[in-house]
C-alpha cells in the first residue's frame, strides 16, 4: 500500500514539473495583415528591454533571457498605431546555471542549435502588431496578468515560421516614455520546433508549452 501511495506521489509531481508556469495562453492562429505605424515613434531601449523565457521538463524547469536587436512602437494621440520589435537570437543565455558555466554552455550551445532555434541560420526573431484593444473584462472573466490594459495582437516569427498570436499586456505611455509589460505561453511546435516534444518520451520529454515574458522600454 505504501509503494502505491509513493508511486502515486511521484507521478503527481512530475506531471506538475511537466507544467509551464500559470500565465495567460496566447491564442495563435493564421497570420495577418501587419498594422502600418503613424504619429510618433517610440524607439526600443534595447539595455534594458528584455524577454524573459521559461522552459520545463519532467525533472525541473529552465530560466532564461533574450534581448532586442531593436524595433519602434508607433503612438499618435496615445494610441498606439503599430509596432515592430526584433529579437537578436544570438543574445539566448540561461541563468538559472549561472553557478554550473559547463552545463550553462552546454544547454545554450543546444537551445541556440538546429534541434531549437538554430540561431545560425535564424539569427532574429520578429513581432509585428497587427491588432490592438484596450482591455475590458467581461463580468467574470480574468486574465493572470495584473492590471493589463490591452490585448495585443501580432505576427511572431520564429525559425521563419511565422503565426499571429493575441495575448493581455499591460502598457503605460507619456510624452517621452512607454512600456510594455506581458506574460504568456506558447506551444513550440507551431513553429516547427518539435524537439522532445512527444510526451511518451517520458522523463526525456521538453514541455511544447514555453512561457514569455516581455519588459519593453522605448522612448522617443
Known sequence: MKSIVLFLLLSG?????????????????????????????YLADTATSLIEWIGTKPTGKHHGTLRLAGGAVYVKDTLITGAQLVINMHT??????????????????????????DVDKFPTATFEMT?????????????????ATHVISGNL?????????????????????????????????????????????????????????FHISASR
Not at 26 to 35: D, Y
Not at 93 to 115: C, H, P, T, V
Not at 131 to 147: F, M, R, T, W
Request: glycine share 6%; hydrophobic share 40%.
Open 13 to 41: 509531481i512530475l506531471v506538475a514539473c511537466e507544467q509551464a508556469p500559470k500565465a495567460d495562453k496566447a491564442a495563435a492562429s493564421n497570420p495577418q495583415a501587419v498594422k502600418v505605424g503613424t504619429g510618433n515613434a
Open 92 to 117: 539566448l543565455q540561461n541563468i538559472d546555471l549561472a553557478g554550473d558555466s559547463a552545463m550553462k554552455n552546454k544547454l545554450e550551445r543546444e537551445l541556440k542549435g538546429s534541434s531549437f532555434f
Open 157 to 213: 516569427t520564429l525559425k521563419g515560421v511565422v503565426k499571429n498570436i493575441s495575448f493581455p499586456a499591460r502598457v503605460t505611455i507619456d510624452s517621452h516614455h512607454l512600456t510594455a509589460v506581458a506574460n504568456f505561453n506558447i506551444d513550440r511546435t507551431l513553429w516547427g520546433i518539435n524537439y522532445r516534444a512527444d510526451k511518451s518520451l517520458q522523463d526525456k520529454l521538453i514541455n511544447s508549452q514555453v512561457n514569455i515574458g
Open 131 to 147: 491588432g490592438i484593444n484596450s482591455y475590458y473584462p467581461a463580468v467574470g472573466e480574468e486574465v493572470e496578468l495584473k492590471d
